[in-house]
């Protein structure tokens, strides 16, 4: 079956997406984002995968998050991206923030992951030729590397914007020291980090405990938050026990020691706080994070354009009152 011709919903700008200014940068990007990790790739159809991105631009997502190793085989998100971005979304590049990745096992040998000159270089241009792009919006290095000198890894981000192959670099998972001089190091070269990409929910909350949040707001950085719903804790989805055919049950990267009677007994908590807002608990954990300013989007995922709809909603109550944060606070304790 031949799919129709893709022309963007003309209202897509007015669908209710806020937009969020990254750091100290002219850089706006969508309160929620689209991940394409679990969900992408040789994991699905390329019609659904299609149905998914076609949806989440209609309705404001401008923002897709990629990395050089995201589907089952690694490889296969950005495959599948770029066979959308040839046949649907070539006409809307400039409206679109496009960012991949590089720090991860990607292919054998010494150079196929880490932070060398070598593998950064090698694997951008690798995911250009997927994604069938000339350039990223942003480069990530998706992981601080502790045996590469920072300087190289930097140096060949640096040198990646110079070279025109990314607008803007990034980093993922850094600890505090390290991003601390990476942004210096970065401003000194005229090539700012421009986002902080870190794993934060009413879960996790090391970017807090750790100081990453205030020195991405104090050096002009946006900081995007990676599994916001706590890779599905924080979904109606465990509320009653593992399902079936569950992440946990399907023995993926969340573990079943992950759903502990303390958890289970916080996350139930959390869902009649919820409800009382009238938000389902996903919606609710999107809006806790997305309360602080220095978090200008949250990365979602979605297995289906319903479940993507269902994070939009999000956008509807965003405000809280301070007793709800109070006893959020207490659940959370």
Same mark, same amino acid.
């Given at each position: 079956?031949?799919?129709?011709?893709?022309?963007?919903? &003309?209202?897509?700008?007015?669908?209710?997406?806020?937009?969020?200014?990254?750091? @100290?940068?002219?850089?706006?990007?969508?309160?929620?984002?689209?991940?394409?990790?679990?969900?992408?790739?040789?994991?699905?159809?390329? %019609?659904?995968?299609?149905?998914?991105?076609?949806?989440?631009?209609?309705?404001?997502?401008?923002?897709?998050?990629?990395? =050089? =190793?995201?589907?089952?085989?690694?490889?296969?998100?950005?495959?599948?991206?770029?066979?959308?971005? /040839?046949?649907?979304? +070539?006409?809307?590049?400039?409206?679109?923030?496009?960012?991949?990745?590089?720090?991860?096992?990607?292919?054998?040998?010494?150079?196929?992951?880490?932070?060398? @000159?070598?593998? $950064?270089?090698?694997?951008?241009?690798?995911?250009? /030729?997927?994604?069938?792009?000339?350039?990223?919006?942003?480069?990530?290095?998706?992981?601080?590397?502790?045996? #590469?000198?920072?300087?190289?890894?930097? !140096?060949?981000?640096?040198?990646?914007?110079?070279?025109? /192959?990314?607008?803007?670099?990034?980093?993922?998972?850094?600890?505090?020291?390290?991003?601390?001089?990476? %942004? @210096?190091?970065?401003?000194?070269?005229?090539?700012?980090? $421009?986002?902080?990409?870190? @794993?934060?929910?009413?879960?996790?909350? &090391?970017?807090?405990? !750790?100081?990453?949040?205030?020195?991405?707001?104090?050096?002009? %950085?946006?900081?995007?938050?990676?599994?916001?719903?706590?890779?599905?804790?924080? #979904?109606?989805?465990?509320?009653?026990?593992?399902?079936?055919?569950?992440?946990?049950?399907?023995?993926?990267?969340?573990? /079943?020691?992950?759903?502990?009677?303390?958890?289970? %007994?916080?996350?139930?908590?959390?869902? &009649?706080?919820? +409800?009382?807002?009238?938000?389902?608990?996903?919606?609710?954990?999107?809006?806790?994070?997305?309360?602080?300013? #220095?978090?200008?989007?949250?990365?979602?995922?979605?297995?289906?354009? &319903?479940?993507?709809?269902?994070?939009?909603?999000?956008?509807?109550?965003?405000?809280?009152?301070?007793?709800?944060?109070?006893?959020?606070?207490?659940?959370?304790?």
């Amino acid at each position: 079956m031949i799919e129709p011709v893709y022309s963007a919903a &003309e209202n897509r700008y007015e669908c209710g997406m806020q937009y969020r200014r990254a750091g @100290r940068s002219g850089v706006m990007l969508p309160a929620i984002s689209l991940g394409l990790w679990h969900n992408f790739g040789d994991v699905d159809t390329l %019609s659904l995968s299609r149905k998914k991105l076609h949806y989440a631009f209609d309705h404001g997502i401008t923002h897709f998050d990629l990395a =050089n =190793n995201y589907g089952p085989s690694y490889g296969s998100a950005e495959e599948t991206f770029g066979q959308i971005m /040839k046949s649907s979304f +070539a006409p809307y590049r400039d409206e679109l923030f496009i960012s991949t990745k590089a720090g991860h096992d990607m292919w054998p040998g010494p150079y196929g992951n880490w932070g060398s @000159r070598k593998h $950064l270089m090698a694997s951008l241009d690798q995911s250009l /030729k997927r994604m069938n792009l000339d350039y990223v919006d942003v480069f990530y290095s998706h992981r601080y590397d502790p045996e #590469t000198p920072l300087e190289e890894t930097l !140096q060949a981000l640096v040198d990646i914007v110079r070279k025109g /192959k990314a607008l803007y670099v990034g980093l993922s998972k850094y600890p505090l020291d390290a991003y601390l001089f990476a %942004s @210096r190091y970065l401003k000194e070269r005229d090539v700012p980090c $421009l986002l902080y990409q870190g @794993r934060y929910s009413m879960l996790v909350r &090391e970017p807090e405990s !750790q100081g990453i949040l205030n020195a991405v707001k104090e050096n002009g %950085s946006g900081f995007v938050a990676f599994s916001p719903l706590a890779q599905g804790l924080l #979904t109606n989805r465990y509320l009653n026990g593992i399902p079936d055919n569950s992440r946990i049950a399907r023995g993926g990267f969340l573990k /079943k020691e992950a759903l502990t009677p303390e958890v289970l %007994s916080k996350i139930q908590a959390l869902n &009649e706080r919820a +409800a009382m807002r009238g938000q389902s608990l996903a919606e609710m954990a999107l809006a806790w994070l997305l309360k602080n300013e #220095t978090v200008i989007s949250v990365i979602v995922g979605a297995s289906s354009v &319903e479940q993507l709809g269902d994070s939009l909603k999000t956008l509807n109550h965003l405000s809280f009152e301070e007793e709800e944060l109070h006893a959020i606070e207490k659940i959370l304790m």
